[in-house]
DNA sequence: CGCGTTTACGTCGTTCGTAACGATA
DNA sequence: TATCGTTACGAACGACGTAAACGCG
């Protein structure tokens, strides 16, 4: 058995099956793929894969279980060369992550830009979907670290460590009517209104729903969109009002638009940042673990590294008061 | 990287560092284990070891997380090789077994010879030693199985099934004066002879002493032998009284010896079957281990096969009565 | 000088890519 | 006939073993 026929499988399975397509992806011949799957199955004594003719059929039950082997030692494998190229102090490397566009747009870009002073050649990869698509990354291996809000139960092979919390915010057009009310504002006086907003996501962002209905209200959702600059465009545009992410509510937005505080009015939300549990992480991705997540320790880093349950991590932060992240002045700190 | 590499990389780890030591034990030359070692820390770009002079000095730093890590994937890999002999129905295989005397000679007998008779290609070693021998034999990889009673604080690697309890029993001479006492005997008939038992592990078998002194009385420990074969030897001889496993009292010795029961006058004892938590267990394996613990069912085995935590399993055993094992009738039932 | 490692080198087995062939829909 | 996998074969590469050199105690 070699690491080399353990590679090609599992190029073989991520490929549909299709050897010539694995083949491409490796860089190398058809036939040598072809061959070296032979070689594997007629050493292990099995069929990894059912023969229709000549193509593959399906994989075996016994394949099913090599391949998951397989898996575990590609990926220690990687480990070992990572391990490796840390302790080399190897300056190379890359870091991929998957997030949400309020993150990648909001949040990020402060971190991001103090993750390259200090790690200048190590290239960045930031990968943005829904928590659906991250969650996808996550299985095909393409991402270091997946951040986002909410959906933990998307991403059991990950192991997540709360980072931050936060609130949403109202934004409207300078002068309208909600800024005349000196009073804090309530969920009677955003029913007046249409609402603009992000776009439900299927496991459960209707926690915004939920809150008026919590009161007897139901909400005029006028429009929803993905991300927190489109809806800022149609709010500007009169469509209505809205409610993003503090974090959305940016400095800059303040010149035609009014930020409104919705403390209290909606649950709070949890982001977090999560890694692969059984994935060794090289110096750098520790160091944006604590670019992200300030709060957490030198000491707990280590413990973290250390933990590999996610039952050891909801422990450590058990009674923890994460940070609150607002708007403006917070992203403004972050980038200084 | 090659497995080869690891392969290697391992042997001289456990050969003490010693290249020459390690190509003997791969039965290849030792010009090639130097440079494939070699050409393993060139593609890493560190060192493993630390050099004196010419010869391997120490494991470094990185060294020392990229063996534990090339093991993981040496394991796995052996994995896929069970998998694979599994699924081909291959009868080939063998089955090493760490335990302690009692076991080996009045346990498993009856078990292996019903086990030889499903598995008649199937090898089997039966490794015999003290606990922390067994220890030293999981850590080593020797073994599939390690079978003891209490200790279990020295197997954190394996998970550990609970299979049956025993109680102790008194063995005497014939018409030794113990057997006139017509009532139970108690602690107090016992503190008047000399005592022949097992010798004290180091970890606490002394629950006997601490049996005598939870009544205020201290035994008079005449003689401690490894196992009861010895014991019984002694006693036979008239030296003292001997205290061994319910097991150890095997009909055959009826003839010269008489038995008492002692229940409830010692602490019961739990035997326990484990195996290592990261190894594919194989058909045999399995059905081995149905062999030595029947009250277990076989949907009970599939859940134990997924465990992987040993909170799981003390989880399925939590209230659930253990069979108890007595001497000479129930080595009789296995036998048969 | 003994022990253990590395270097040198010839041999042999393996892998790889190209080209041709076979099977399937 | 287009697609995909296998077989065939020569060239290049890599692993292995022997022999010899090197370094350390």
Redesign the interface.
């Known amino acids: 058995?070699?690491?080399q026929q353990l590679k090609y499988l599992l190029a073989i399975v991520d490929n549909g099956l299709n050897i010539t397509a694995a083949a491409e992806r490796l860089y190398t011949s058809q036939p040598g793929v072809s061959k070296q799957l032979k070689l594997l199955e007629e050493e292990?004594?099995?069929q990894i894969f059912t023969r229709k003719g000549k193509s593959l059929g399906s994989v075996?039950?016994?394949g099913d279980?090599?391949i998951e082997?397989?898996r575990?030692?590609m990926q220690?494998?990687e480990?070992?060369?990572r391990?490796?190229?840390?302790?080399?102090e190897?300056e190379d490397g890359s870091l991929s992550i998957g997030t949400t566009h309020t993150q990648a747009r909001y949040v990020l870009p402060g971190i991001i830009a103090a993750f390259r002073k200090q790690f200048p050649k190590i290239g960045l990869n930031l990968h943005q979907g829904t928590s659906e698509q991250i969650a996808d990354m996550v299985a095909g291996n393409k991402i270091d670290f997946a951040i986002a809000t909410g959906s933990q139960e998307l991403f059991s092979d990950l192991l997540l460590v709360p980072s931050y919390r936060w609130d949403r915010s109202i934004i409207v057009p300078r002068g309208h009517p909600l800024t005349a009310i000196k009073r804090k504002i309530t969920l009677h006086d955003l029913v007046e209104y249409p609402l603009v907003t992000y776009v439900f996501s299927f496991n459960g962002e209707s926690s915004l729903k939920r809150a008026f209905a919590d009161e007897g209200l139901e909400a005029n959702i006028g429009f929803t969109a993905r991300d927190a600059d489109v809806i800022k465009t149609y709010v500007r545009m009169g469509l209505g009002v809205g409610i993003v992410a503090s974090m959305a509510a940016d400095c800059s937005d303040r010149e035609d638009l009014q930020v409104i505080d919705a403390e209290g009015l909606f649950p709070r939300s949890t982001t977090w940042i999560g890694y692969r549990r059984d994935a060794?992480m090289r110096r750098y991705m520790i160091e944006f673990l604590h670019l992200f997540a300030p709060h957490i320790s030198a000491g707990q880093l280590e413990e973290l590294r250390k933990a590999g349950t996610q039952e050891a991590i909801d422990e450590l932060f058990r009674n923890r008061k994460l940070p609150l992240r607002g708007g403006c002045d917070d992203n403004a700190i972050a980038a200084a």
Chains 1, 2 share one sequence.
């Open positions: 058995m070699k690491l292990l004594g099995i075996t039950a016994a279980r090599i082997r397989a575990v030692v220690e494998v480990n070992i060369r391990l490796a190229a840390d302790y080399y190897e060794v």
